[in-house]
């Protein structure tokens, strides 16, 4: 198992410099990861970065809240595109849902999709925050509105990916879309097991340590 390919290499936290970012892009090179998965201010960078690279670019849109208006998240998404980024993980405005405003959550993932074309779309649930029928309607509508990946949490909840909530994502989606497994993901045991029962992109922090060490004490993300 080659598990450098399912790797999104992240770093996202509030206090993520320049130099973090270079090295980030860095070791994405060398390690031959997936993609590089950054904040919107971070892309252009990124894209200079890993220029003559085939590591793809992935930004966070409506991060980590997901409470911005469904405007602001299309042009950030529009942005993000137009900076470099091929991949855009959306964060679905959590509070609409737990509201039972399902037709508003599948709308402004729709309308995200459309803004970026055939550009890649994941979904992020925030499943700490969400009930299992919840996790279970959200997958269809995320389905429903064009969605290529839905994704477990930003990493920034109260907790990560469960390898429950993933069966049970898995189980409504049935290979329509792929599914992204993130937070806590640390060691490689781990990251082959999330593959295992389905999952076709890691986000982590840790990428360097899954491919080499095999295990991390980077408890970010």
Known sequence: MK?????????????????????????????????????????????????????????????????MTTETKVFEAKQCVNNGASEIDMVINIGKLLDGEIVYVENEIRLIKEAIGENVLKVIFENCYLSKEQIKEVSQ???????????????????????????LMKAVVNDKVQIKAA???????????????????????SGVSLVTKGISTNNSY
């Open 3 to 67: 598990l450098n390919k399912y790797i999104d290499h992240t770093l996202l936290k509030a206090t993520a410099t320049k130099n973090e970012i270079v090295k980030l892009c860095a070791e994405a090179k060398e390690h031959n990861f997936y993609a590089v998965c950054v904040n919107g201010c971070y892309v252009e960078l990124v894209k200079k970065e890993l220029h003559n690279s085939e590591v793809k670019i992935a930004a966070v849109i409506g991060f980590p809240l997901g409470a």
């Open 141 to 167: 509508l995320a389905v429903n509105a064009g969605a290529d990946f839905i994704k477990t949490a930003t990493g920034f909840g109260t907790s990560g990916a469960t390898f429950e909530d993933v069966q």
């Open 183 to 205: 937070g806590g993901i640390k060691d490689k045991e781990t990251a082959e097991k999330y593959i295992n029962i389905g999952v076709t992109r890691l986000g982590t922090s």
